[in-house]
């Protein structure tokens, strides 16, 4: 089993930069597919990114493809999200998530703010 925890959400200026960290407590992280989703106020949650459990392969959703980077380190049972030329439209709160089959999350996290002002 994996507990993720999101961090490092805040204020940020259009045009700015945010890396937002994912701590999964559980010795398996490094066999879990991971990902972010994110939700906007009055929205439904959407698919950002994700990364399988070899690190090997990554996708995007259209709106991040080139200014957000998905990335793990299983040393430290972490993942990230480098966010940058951020956008009004990118403000959401941020979920982490890992699967055991890709692209169906089986844990979430309680997810991290993001706000990006014009």
């Known amino acids: 089993q994996v507990q993720p925890v999101e961090s490092g959400g805040g204020l940020v200026q259009a045009g700015g930069s945010l890396r937002l960290s994912c701590a999964a407590s559980g010795r398996t992280f490094s066999s879990y597919h991971m990902a972010w989703f994110r939700q906007a106020p009055g929205k439904e949650r959407e698919f950002v990114a994700d990364?399988?459990?070899?690190?090997?392969?990554?996708s995007y959703a259209d709106s991040v493809k080139g200014r957000f980077t998905i990335s793990r380190d299983g040393a430290k049972n972490t993942l990230y999200l480098q966010m940058n030329s951020l956008k009004p439209e990118d403000t959401a709160v941020y979920y982490c998530a890992a699967g055991q089959i890709r692209f169906r999350m089986d844990y979430w996290g309680k997810g991290t703010l993001v706000t990006v002002s014009s």
């Open positions: 990364i399988t459990w070899s690190g090997g392969s990554t």
